[in-house]
């Protein structure tokens, strides 16, 4: 479980940041843990939230208020 963990943590730190491309490695790692549709939803899911938290930052929303 941790290793699924990790490989999760890993490609969720390539995509958000703006370096060009998640490595082989950090891809490879969580392709071998995870089918390809569940690999998709889950880097569409990082990609949703790491847009949703720039928008954040950018208009300086606030939660709740």
């Known amino acids: ?19 060009g491309k998640v490595s082989d490695e950090t891809y490879n790692k969580a392709a071998a843990l995870f089918d390809e549709k ?8 990082i ?5 949703w938290n720039r928008i954040g930052i950018g208009t300086e929303l606030h939660a709740g208020g």
Not at 6 to 17: D, H, I, M
Request: aromatic letters at 4%; a positive charge.
């Open 1 to 19: 479980m941790m290793n699924r963990k990790r490989a999760v943590l890993a490609l969720t730190e390539e995509v958000t940041l703006i370096t």
């Open 47 to 51: 990609i949703t939230i790491n847009a």
């Open 38 to 45: 569940y690999l998709a939803q889950l880097i569409m899911a």
